[in-house]
């Protein structure tokens, strides 16, 4: 079955479509929910909003993920990625500015994210890629690179609700981290501090 093709001119008179805009715009800001900000996101960019509009929702969903992992951290409690749909999209707000600081090159944010999210992610396979990110970061490899020489796009299924995170690289996961021995090692010292907290 094909998909139809969305008509961007109709949707956006479309006042069932506009409603439901409104309704998740509501929703969101009540309550705080980032898997609808990522929904509103999604309908905004859909229907080709201003830009002011979609970095406003853009600034929600990144400023909610950030109170939201504080919380995380400081009670200890992890996001369990596969289940619960608001962790899920907390974790990936966090995952894609990472990205984006990385790709801006400012790789003292990027790898503190990623190790974050490795030290609150509930699911092995997606720890293992962190860290990974989190290593080439400290080997000093660059975005570009990384993308082009580390990460296997081939192997990503769309159908995958993780898709958002990349997790599959041109060798195995363990192979990359024992050839990281080191840098694994420094960023579990750095993430000692989380730990520390959680024992005090």
């Known amino acids: ?44 960019l859909v229907i080709e909003s201003s830009e002011d509009e979609i970095n406003e929702v853009f600034t929600f969903i990144v400023n909610t993920a950030f109170d939201r992992l504080a919380e995380y951290l400081s009670e200890h409690k992890s996001f369990d990625v596969v289940n619960n749909l608001e962790e899920r999209a907390i974790a990936r707000a966090i995952y894609e500015h990472a ?14 994210m990623f190790l974050v999210l490795y030290h609150t992610i509930d699911h092995e396979g997606l720890k293992e890629a962190m860290m990974i990110h989190a290593c080439a970061v400290m080997a000093g490899i660059s975005f570009e690179d990384f993308i082009e020489e580390m990460v296997d796009v081939n192997d990503i ?19 990359l981290l024992a050839m990281y021995a080191n840098y694994v090692e420094q960023g579990k010292e750095e993430l000692k501090v989380l730990e520390k907290s959680k024992e005090s």
Request: glycine residues 2%; proline residues 6%.
């Open 1 to 44: 079955m094909e998909t139809p093709e969305i008509h961007v001119e109709e949707l956006k008179k479309d006042p069932e479509f506009l409603a439901n805009i409104k309704r998740l715009e509501q929703e969101c800001k009540e309550e705080e929910s980032i898997a609808k900000g990522y929904q509103l996101l999604d309908a905004h």
């Open 99 to 112: 990205i984006q600081r990385y790709s801006e090159n400012d790789k003292k944010a990027a790898k503190e």
């Open 157 to 175: 299924d769309p159908k995958d609700p993780l898709a958002f995170f990349i997790q599959t690289f041109v060798q195995p996961n363990d192979m």
